[in-house]
Each structure stands twice: as structure tokens, then as C-alpha cells.
């Protein structure tokens, strides 16, 4: 049997403070979209190895998006007028 110390056990009360801050918001929000992404938030502050997606693994998806905001914009300006 392999024995592993107690400090392997130990979390950083900088990961603590962070955990239980997501841990509040989850609690006092209503919106079921909102709890899952605090619960994600969570996984990602106690997880921070894991891999994440990055616009390179999404090419073309950072102007499609501009073109949707200016899209936007252009839209709600015609509108005010």
C-alpha cells in the first residue's frame, strides 16, 4: 500500500477563496444556465491542468462573432433613428 503524505491533501487558500466565492453565486442564482456555468467556473479553478479551447481551435469563429457585434451595432443605430 502506498502511503501518501498530507500534504498532498492540501489546497491552496487562494484556490479555496475562489472556490467558495463560485460556490456562493452558484447558491443565489435562480437560472439553472447560470448555476452550470458557476459549477464549470468551479471545475476549471480546481482543475487548472485541463485543457481548454483556444480560437486557433476555431478558425474563422473571432470574426464571425465581430461580424454579428457590428451587425449588431449598425442595426440598433438605425433603429434609434
Known amino acids: 500500500m502506498t502511503v501518501n503524505p498530507i500534504e498532498r ?3 491552496p487558500l487562494e484556490q479555496v477563496a475562489r472556490v467558495a466565492v463560485l ?3 452558484k ?3 435562480w437560472s439553472p444556465s447560470d448555476r452550470l456555468a458557476w459549477s464549470l467556473d468551479q ?14 481551435d476555431y478558425p474563422g469563429w473571432v470574426e464571425h462573432v465581430a461580424a454579428l457585434q ?8 438605425e433603429a434609434r433613428s
Do not use: F, G, W
Open 9 to 11: 491533501l492540501d489546497i
Open 23 to 25: 460556490l456562493e453565486a
Open 27 to 29: 447558491v443565489r442564482s
Open 43 to 56: 471545475q476549471l479553478v480546481t482543475h487548472p491542468e485541463a485543457p481548454v479551447s483556444e480560437d486557433a
Open 70 to 77: 457590428a451587425h449588431n451595432a449598425k442595426a440598433r443605430k
